[in-house]
């Protein structure tokens, strides 16, 4: 049995705040980065459709201040609480919604601080937040509401980003409508160009308690949202039982398993399903750098597309040779 350190909830990451002005300062020195990494996931789009551009904007800014959180993720949730401020339900611009929730992100007053408006001097307790340097967080300002979701999906752990969205709203179809939004804004980003050899992409460092790279993280969250996975997900192992060690030891693959129980033929449903995984994979390959797939013992490279599949050596087994689980492995 390979063993893998799979998904699991990381509390206290690190958030570093500081004033939108300078964040956007530095954003614009260090174009396409973000803390601790250097990867087109986190990538700065001019605009995104349905996106509008000032949201667009606070979202970027307010994901650098937090290591391993997508902008798009916060796209996903403006998008599914208020259309990125443009609905007039109870509780966006004024008031409060039959749950206590206002504001364009939606939170609680109770976990804001307590009132609408709070001079963020004053020592304030809840995620009232300060997003634009005048000195108050506003639940009803942008910039404040959308910095204080990063704030708040960041102590949650965004090393599971399913689990933080989820302490941001207690129920999973939540979650897999915010992230399935998230995945169609990601979508829109410019594609990568050049693979492995050609340095156009720089190598991420394994991070958090699943020892995996942002790009792989992001990419299996998005999967996993896609697809409402059910069976297991390993990624980080050891032992990467081929030559060389391979990706999973580097943190740079997941393995998505498509039976209940590996060394299993896959049914018709669930070979479906493999294929469905492999196809979107094929397709986001250069917006999410996918380094390669291999599913049902071949192998497709988007630095080799011309070629297609391409059918690999036979390693002896079902696990071995694919046929119970996708593998993927990012740049």
């Known amino acids: 049995m390979r063993k893998y350190v799979l998904v699991g909830l ?65 796209a996903g949730i403006g998008k599914i609480e208020t259309n990125h401020g443009r609905s007039n339900l109870p509780g966006v611009h004024s008031g409060t919604n039959f749950a206590g929730a206002a504001g364009p992100m939606q939170f609680l007053i109770s976990t804001w601080g307590g009132q609408p408006k709070i001079r963020t001097s004053s020592g304030a307790h809840g995620y009232a937040t300060d997003g634009d340097g005048d000195g108050w967080g506003d639940v009803y300002n942008p910039a404040d509401a959308i910095f204080a979701a990063a704030k708040y999906l960041c102590a949650a ?31 829109q980003t410019q594609p990568v160009d050049g693979d492995s050899t050609s340095g156009t992409l720089n190598p991420e460092q394994p991070s958090g308690a699943e020892r995996i790279t942002p790009r792989m993280r992001t990419v299996r969250d998005l999967i996993r949202a896609q697809f409402h996975l059910s069976y297991a997900i390993g990624c980080y192992r050891a032992d990467g039982a081929i030559r060389g060690g391979g990706e999973h030891p580097r943190g740079r693959a997941c393995d998505f398993m498509v039976v ?67 593998h993927i492995s990012v740049l």
């Open 10 to 74: 990381v509390l206290g990451t690190v958030c570093l705040f500081m004033p939108l002005a300078l964040v956007m300062a530095l954003a614009a020195l260090a174009p396409g980065t973000s803390s601790g990494s250097s990867t087109s996931l986190t990538s700065e789009p001019a605009r995104v459709t349905g996106i509008p551009d000032d949201y667009l904007r606070l979202y970027v800014a307010a994901a650098r201040t937090c290591s391993g959180l997508g902008w798009h993720v916060l």
């Open 157 to 187: 752990g965004v090393d599971d980003i399913r689990r933080a969205v989820y302490a941001y709203n207690h129920s999973w179809a939540y979650v897999d409508n915010v992230l399935s939004a998230a995945a169609q804004y990601l979508a």
């Open 260 to 326: 209940p129980q590996g060394g299993r033929l896959p049914s018709a449903s669930q070979q479906a399903l493999g294929d469905a995984i492999a196809a979107w994979a094929q397709g986001h390959a250069r917006q999410l750098g996918i380094y390669y797939v291999i599913w049902k013992q071949h192998i497709w490279n988007p630095s080799r597309a011309n070629e297609g599949w391409r059918l690999m050596n036979d390693r002896g087994s079902i696990t071995d040779n694919h046929y119970d689980h996708v």
